[in-house]
């Protein structure tokens, strides 16, 4: 056998086992994931309530894929940066973006550059009810709150965190189903739009119920109405948005998203990993400590994918009409 | 009430506790003399760690590092204008010409004891008045923080020094604050696009780049670059400067109690407004910025009484006063702990053991400043040739830690040059600082005023409080400016 031909034998097979050890190396991706370290991109600033979320979920995730996970907050432009460093990375599911509704408002309101077709969503795993909130001094329930709005239009002045936010949304959702003409003041913190309705300064707000419970249980603060379905448990008195005939049972969600180019059996993998520790009784007691157990906030790929696309669509509708 | 004072002094008093509170303050101390690592991100590194322990010694942890931070800003910026926290911009305007006189040790001490005393007015206030104070803090709406951030901007009239650069700085420091989302219609405002801007310039780089940057930038153009600095003792009871800044010291806690209570107006705004205050009051405005001792106590006492103040309508009302406390807010939350109206009803022997435990932090303070700052400054024999870049690290690495953008220390960058053009005309950096630390306060509350009562401007007048604060702000600078015009007549006068 001339040299050549030995050279040439060497390269095919050099090429084959080259060929099956990039094949083997694919198969291992998936195998062996994550096969290496995880980062957490918060989409929002450290202490809140993404980051808390992401943080309960941290040493939970660790554990259950055998891994160390890095988290990263990137409260930049309302987490637009987290969303487009996620759906721009590698796809190999372990840069993990968690975000907030804000994430929906802020694409409708033009802010974030990343589209829905560029993240996938993981999973949902909080659901946490809108409420309207109004200090009981003003208005005793629902019905003095609509008597004085609709007298004096305009006059009613209702107070949410942040100019393109989840409270601004139950605002204009509210607005177009009640037909009443109300007026939107955005604090830059939850704590001033609070201190504002404890002044009677403003006539009420929106707000998440997670994050009031300490008010409306001192008296100072009283819920009017919730966006939900059914009467909340401990406030069997507070009419729902569905009782009263308005279809809005949207609050502020949270979820975990991954760019839009991973594979769907990563997609599947994270988001079984996710479930289990949604249903582990660490997280439950974490979700009962911050008053996220109102109602189920679990929702998977799919189901979340679906959702946040009709929502998108709904808070563009709002925002051209106001 | 002093029987709940007691039980929280035996809580504290144990061993594990005294450690924990030591521990607390060392870090601060190190975290706070270190540029760009301010007091909220010390407190974010902490919070996982404090999850294993339980309620009352996490937060005897979360608020002793709070309150050490706060203090320990003003070592940095004393020695080498770089100031270790966003409170302690302030500080750096006189503390530092002192130190180029050869004054470090003085400075320091003026600084500490000012601290101490601050501090220490802030926990009593904390202690005896917080639901009196919360419901004052709950007074205070749009038009009244509109009204507060334009007597604060009024300032720039009676700084001093060229009324004309004064103006220009402070519309400076107005258009950088305008940058970012509009916070009322959420419209993009100057950001080209770029989502580096959209939440607007953060303070920090802006702070770290003009003061610390700029300084590193003209001491490396000095020939005598190399020379180390004289040793230096502090003096933190000296009694000719006692005498000469208790006016202001008293004067100062009071203001930062006042503002601290202020939900979302923080101790480094106190800082300043106690600052301007200081030069209005003095007889001799022309001193502050070269060296003057009130010009050290005003910002220190300020900051230290506003940081414990920041934390009454945290306990009474569960509404945070500053970045800080809205952090702690939270960690209140992962503990299990219901903040709100009711929270020290509830948590009485938490509260009250937090309590007395800051009020030790601020002995501690008192009593291991000097040590530390000896440790530290042997830093000071380093030649600047090698501490320079030391600093300029220390710059970048904070910079970045605080939102994990390197956008934000090519803005620290760009601003250390800019610091440094601006500083070679004596252009005053302290009204640009005025109006990017003001305007946002100014602009967004103006608006909101108007949103809350249907566009009619009366408003401002008939609410009492934001109708003094106008008419104070509109009195002192008609003053200002007729004074050299009243001055002149009397010189016609005299001379006829």
């Known amino acids: ?322 | 009430m002093l029987e709940s004072l007691l039980n929280g002094l035996a809580v504290v008093l144990q061993p594990m506790n005294l450690v924990i509170l030591l521990s607390a303050v060392f870090i601060g101390f190190v975290g706070g003399a270190l540029p760009g690592l301010s007091g909220v991100i010390l407190v974010v590194i902490l919070l996982p760690v404090t999850y294993g322990m339980d309620s009352t010694s996490a937060f005897m942890l979360l608020t002793a590092i709070y309150a050490s931070t706060v203090f320990s800003g003003l070592i940095t910026s004393i020695l080498y204008r770089a100031p270790g926290t966003p409170e302690a911009v302030m500080t750096s305007f006189d503390g530092y010409p002192m130190t180029q006189k050869g004054e470090a040790g003085k400075a320091l001490g003026i600084g500490i004891l000012s601290s101490a005393i601050g501090g220490t007015v802030g926990t009593v206030a904390l202690i005896v008045f917080t639901p009196l104070l919360a419901s004052v803090a709950l007074q205070f709406s749009s038009p009244e923080f509109f009204a507060l951030a334009v007597l604060g901007l009024t300032v720039v009239a009676s700084l001093g020094s060229d009324l004309l650069l004064g103006l220009i700085g402070a519309m400076i420091g107005l258009f950088i604050a305008t940058i970012g989302i509009d916070p009322v219609t959420a419209t993009s405002r100057f950001t080209f696009g770029s989502l580096n801007l959209a939440s607007g310039i953060n303070l920090i780089p802006i702070i770290v780049g003009m003061f610390a940057i700029s300084e590193v930038l003209k001491r490396a153009g000095e020939n005598s670059s190399h020379k180390a600095m004289k040793e230096f003792r502090i003096r933190i009871f000296d009694g000719a400067v006692l005498k000469k800044i208790r006016t202001t010291l008293a004067r100062s806690s009071l203001l930062g109690v006042g503002v601290g209570i202020l939900p979302g107006i923080g101790a480094s705004t106190a800082a300043m407004i106690s600052y301007s205050e200081a030069v209005r009051w003095s007889r001799h405005p022309e001193c502050f910025g070269k060296g003057e001792a009130n010009g050290i106590a005003a910002p220190e006492a300020a900051n230290n009484a506003a940081a414990m103040g920041a934390l009454v309508p945290l306990f009474a009302l569960g509404i945070p006063g500053s970045g800080t406390t809205a952090i702690i807010l939270g960690a209140f939350v992962m503990h299990g702990l219901q903040p709100g109206p009711t929270f020290m009803s509830a948590n009485g022997e938490l509260i009250y053991a937090v309590f007395v435990g800051l009020l030790i932090v601020n002995l501690m303070i008192l009593a291991f400043a000097k040590p530390f700052i000896a440790v530290l400054s042997r830093l000071l024999n380093v030649p600047y040739a090698a501490l320079g870049p030391i600093i300029i690290i220390c710059c970048v690495v904070g910079t970045y830690s605080v939102q994990n953008s390197m956008f934000d220390v090519w803005l620290m960058l760009g601003f250390g040059v800019a610091g440094y053009l601006l500083e070679k005309i004596n252009f005053p950096l302290v009204a640009i600082i005025l109006g990017v630390v003001l305007g946002p306060i100014a602009e967004s509350e103006f608006r909101r005023s108007l949103a809350m009562s249907q566009g009619d401007p009366m408003l401002f007048f008939t609410r009492p409080i934001s109708a003094t604060l106008l008419a104070a702000a509109i009195g002192i600078v008609t003053l200002t400016l007729l004074a050299p015009l009243w001055k002149r007549h009397r010189r016609r006068v005299a001379a006829a």
Do not use: C
């Open chain 1, 1 to 322: 056998m001339s040299d050549r031909n030995t050279f040439l034998a060497f390269g095919m097979a050099g090429v084959l086992a080259a060929g099956t050890l990039a094949a083997s190396a694919t198969m291992a991706a998936e195998d062996n994931f994550p096969d290496g370290n995880i980062t957490f991109l918060v989409a929002a600033g450290a202490g809140g309530g993404t980051d808390n979320f992401a943080r309960t979920i941290q040493p939970l995730l660790e554990e259950r894929l055998d891994t160390t996970v890095n988290v990263i907050n990137l409260p930049t432009a309302s987490g637009a940066i987290a969303h487009q460093r996620t759906a721009s990375g590698k796809a190999d599911g372990r840069t993990l973006d968690f975000a907030s509704s804000t994430l929906v408002t802020s694409l409708a309101a033009g802010q974030n550059p990343t589209g829905l077709d560029q993240l996938t969503p993981v999973a949902r795993m909080q659901s946490d009810v809108m409420a309207l909130v109004v200090n009981p001094d003003k208005y005793e329930d629902l019905e003095a709150f609509m008597e004085h709005a609709r007298e004096q239009p305009g006059d009613t002045v209702i107070g949410g965190t942040a100019a393109a936010s989840p409270d601004k949304m139950a605002f204009l959702a509210f607005q177009d189903a009640t037909g009443l003409d109300l007026s939107f003041v955005p604090y830059d913190q939850e704590g001033s739009t609070a201190a504002n309705v404890l002044s009677g300064n403003i006539d009420g707000m929106f707000n998440e119920i997670s994050s009031i419970t300490g008010y409306t249980e001192s008296g100072k603060m009283k819920p009017i109405l919730f966006f939900a379905e059914q009467p909340l448990e401990g406030f069997s008195e507070v009419p729902t948005t569905v009782g009263q005939g308005w279809d809005l049972t949207n609050g502020n969600e949270r979820g975990v998203f991954v760019s839009a180019k991973t594979s769907p059996e990563l997609v599947n993998r994270l988001e079984s990993a996710l479930h289990e520790i949604y249903q582990s009784d660490q997280y439950q007691q974490y979700a009962e400590r911050v008053h996220l157990d109102y109602r189920d906030g679990w929702m998977g790929s799919d189901a979340y994918q679906q959702k946040l696309q009709q929502d998108l669509k709904q808070y563009r509708t709002l925002l051209k009409q106001q």
